[in-house]
């Protein structure tokens, strides 16, 4: 358990440094995950749909590809000089590894998150004081289910020869239950029902993540080794 | 090619097929320690396949690859491999690319770096990024890398491309070194010349099998005038 959790320590913070060395990626996504957000406020008609509704599906819809974009970049980096067959030649546990790069992954997406939160709200007029606590509970418990699937099916695709287009067709068919909850969860703490109406939902992604993370832990050495 | 001895590193019967190509059809390959075999062939003929399927890293269509009598996959953490690629991080500094390494291998004991970056004669590298290293400072950060954990087992492919005269000599040093301390050593390479004072039995590999295998002979020309005599038929 030790070994475990020190190595995966050690990826996620491998990883971690490269990125905020180069800020490529995040700096993408954020922008990614903006620009979604801003074509959503202007192409809305707000006597059609009420902003509860539209602002939430927006702010999910932005994280959703704003992570296919950071989750393509995890395995990526690994294929530079080769630095995957490190990894496999290294006698790591391979969940660990697994944890390591969902844990980085992780980062990213709550980082984008952090930035694409604050600009649905106030594009969208959505109340944060009535979403209350609820909010970041939610944005956690759906990124740790989105995020661990990413991590096992980027680590399938970046194996392929066109890596990056093979991800999103991969990922986003798994997206959508934890989306559907997340995005149903957000519009009811917005519109100001108590924690109790959503507390199913967030029991299904309390679910999802559990096995999905469960998932990765074992099926990871299958999915890099040969 | 059967040793007479168990070695530490036994591979029995290894084929591997790249599509309708055979390019290694029954190879067995032992090496105990103490010995430095030097691996040589044609372009094409999977030397650096066989490299790799001793390491754990490609499947091989049959055979069996063991070391210490386990197999491979689960004995790992004695393997030392250099492939073609150096396996570093271009946008982390050679410090950082070794204690990764160190922790990955679970030997990062305080002040090993230092030993390491020393032995490698890469101290006064060790803030800079990879990406800004010359190719032969990248390739002694890579065979730092691949050596960081004393592996009793070492193998090598190419591992003197890019370095410079003194850095080959060097390394040629360090292999004697390493085989002297009882290691394990199979080395690729295209130059017999390179390496040769550390080795001590020769194979050459084509047509997916070994044409020729025994101990080192005295000189580099007298190798490869063998080794032109096997490949003529």
């Not at chain 1, 990894?87 to 998150?113: Q, T, Y």
């Not at chain 1, 709200?121 to 970041?136: C, I, M, Q, R, S």
Request: proline share 6%; net charge neutral.
């Amino acid at each position: 358990m030790a070994d475990l959790v020190r190595i995966a320590f050690a990826v996620a913070a491998k990883d971690l440094r490269v990125e905020f060395r180069t800020r490529s990626t995040l700096l993408a996504a954020a922008v990614f995950a903006a620009l979604i957000l801003v074509v959503f406020n202007f192409s809305r008609d707000p006597t059609a749909v009420p902003d509860s509704v539209i602002g939430p599906t927006a702010l999910w819809v932005a994280v959703a590809f704003a992570a296919v974009v950071a989750l393509n970049r995890g395995f990526i980096l690994e294929r530079q000089n080769a630095a995957m067959d490190a990894l496999r030649l290294a006698p790591a546990p391979r969940g660990a590894l697994f944890l390591g790069k969902m844990v980085a992954n992780l980062v990213f997406v709550l980082l984008v998150e952090a930035i694409a939160a604050p600009l649905a709200v106030l594009f969208f007029d959505l109340p944060l004081t009535t979403a209350g606590w609820g909010l970041p509970l939610l944005l956690v418990l759906a990124s740790v289910g989105l995020v661990a699937v990413g991590t096992l099916l980027s680590a399938m695709a970046v194996r392929t020869r066109f890596a990056e287009l093979m991800l999103p067709v991969l990922l986003l068919p798994f997206l959508v239950p934890p989306l559907t909850a997340a995005a149903g969860a957000s519009q009811r703490l917005f519109d100001g029902r108590p924690l109790s109406e959503v507390v199913g939902w967030l029991r299904f992604l309390a679910v999802y993540d559990l096995v999905f993370v469960t998932l990765g832990l074992l099926l990871f050495s299958a999915v890099i080794d040969e | 090619m059967p040793s007479a001895e168990p070695g530490l590193l036994e591979a029995r019967r290894i084929t591997r097929r790249y599509g309708r190509t055979a390019v290694l059809g029954g190879v067995d390959l032992s090496i105990g320690a103490g010995e430095c075999l030097l691996i040589a062939g044609p372009n094409g003929t999977g030397k650096s396949t066989l490299l790799r399927i001793l390491a754990g890293l490609t499947r091989p269509d049959g055979g069996s690859v063991r070391l210490g009598g386990v197999p491979v996959v689960e004995a790992r953490g004695r393997l030392g491999y250099l492939g073609h690629e150096t396996f570093l991080y271009d946008d982390l500094t050679v410090a950082e690319n070794l204690t990764f390494a160190m922790r990955l291998q679970g030997c990062d004991v305080p002040g090993a770096l230092g030993a390491v970056l020393a032995r490698a004669e890469l101290l006064p590298h060790r803030d800079r990024l990879v990406r800004h290293l010359s190719r032969g400072l990248a390739q002694r950060a890579a065979l730092a890398r691949a050596l960081i954990h004393s592996p009793p087992v070492v193998l090598l492919d190419e591992p003197f491309t890019g370095l410079d005269a003194a850095s080959a000599a060097a390394l040629t040093s360090v292999l004697i070194e390493m085989r002297t301390a009882g290691v394990a050593i199979i080395l690729v390479g295209h130059r017999a010349e390179e390496g040769w004072d550390a080795v001590t039995r020769v194979a050459v590999l084509a047509n997916g099998g070994w044409v020729h295998e025994g101990p080192r002979p005295a000189t580099v020309p007298e190798f490869e005038e063998r080794v032109r005599e096997v490949l003529r038929g």
